[in-house]
Nanobody, 127 residues
Framework: QVQLVESGGGLVQAGDSLRLSCVAS????????MGWFRQAPGKERESVGAISWTGDFTYYPDSVKGRFTISRDNAKNTVYLQMNSLKPEDTAVYYCAAEARPWYSSRWWGSHEYTYWGQGTQVTVSF
């Protein structure tokens, strides 16, 4: 079992940066593949990144590639999402997710791949 708590959301202007954090409970954080997702009103939940146990492997969809960076600090049980050059279309509730399977076992861009979810943090980007 792992519990996830996101923080760092807020209201920013287009072009600004924001860093989200997700702290996980439990002693086996380093064995969880971690992902970040977002969901805008009326839209499906979509991946914005995933990271392997050691951080050696990452995944980004084209919509955020080059702007968002996912990283993790296993000593702090924390995964981060650095978001740069934010756009109004990045407005959504952002969720972190965890799954106790290794990187090579899946493709990680589907929400169905993850068992554990945080409660979400709102990110609003104004024009």
């Amino acid at each position: 079992q792992v519990q996830l708590v996101e923080s760092g959301g807020g209201l920013v202007q287009a072009g600004d940066s924001l860093r989200l954090s997700c702290v996980a409970s439990g002693r086996t954080f380093s064995t969880y593949t971690m992902g970040w997702f977002r969901q805008a009103p009326g839209k499906e939940r979509e991946s914005v990144g995933a990271i392997s146990w050691t951080g050696d492997f990452t995944y980004y969809p084209d919509s955020v590639k080059g702007r968002f960076t996912i990283s993790r600090d296993n000593a702090k049980n924390t995964v981060y999402l650095q978001m740069n050059s934010l756009k109004p279309e990045d407005t959504a509730v952002y969720y972190c997710a965890a799954e106790a399977r290794p990187w090579y076992s899946s493709r990680w861009w589907g929400s169905h791949e993850y068992t554990y979810w945080g409660q979400g943090t709102q990110v609003t980007v104004s024009f």
